[in-house]
């Protein structure tokens, strides 16, 4: 399986941007879909993810309210809708799955990560 992120770029403060991660095999029914990033100087840190079944979600505290994570099942390609985005959402993000679950030190595949600078 091989993973790509891409939507990442650069936005003021307040604004908006829409992550995509399109997968390159059959990943849906088994394994458990992520966001994570990480920051100058920071360690990975996870941002979200999607249960295999598709019926939980789990977001970090800090983007509660703002972020929200979905997926397209014909697509093969799972998103990250993130809203409001602050100073301290910049980092460079990237999408992993897990076997039944997806953590910041337990991943079965990650993609490359995309870009995301918010300016205030």
């Known amino acids: 399986v091989q993973l790509q992120a891409s939507g990442g770029g650069s936005v003021q403060a307040g604004g908006s941007l829409k992550l995509s991660c399109a997968a390159s095999?059959?990943?849906?029914?088994?394994?458990?879909r992520g966001w994570f990033r990480q920051g100058p100087g920071k360690d990975t840190q996870f941002v979200a993810a999607?249960?295999?079944?598709?019926?939980?979600?789990y977001y970090r505290d800090s983007v509660k309210g703002r972020f929200t994570i979905s997926n397209d099942n014909a697509k093969n390609t799972f998103y990250l809708q993130m809203s409001n985005l602050k100073p301290e959402d910049t980092a460079v993000y990237f999408c992993?799955?897990?076997?039944?679950?997806?953590?910041?030190?337990?991943?079965?595949?990650r993609g490359k990560g995309t870009l995301v600078t918010v300016s205030s």
């Open positions: 992993a799955l897990g076997l039944g679950a997806v953590t910041a030190t337990g991943m079965d595949y």
């Open positions: 095999g059959d990943i849906f029914g088994d394994y458990a």
């Open positions: 999607l249960s295999p079944d598709d019926t939980r979600t």
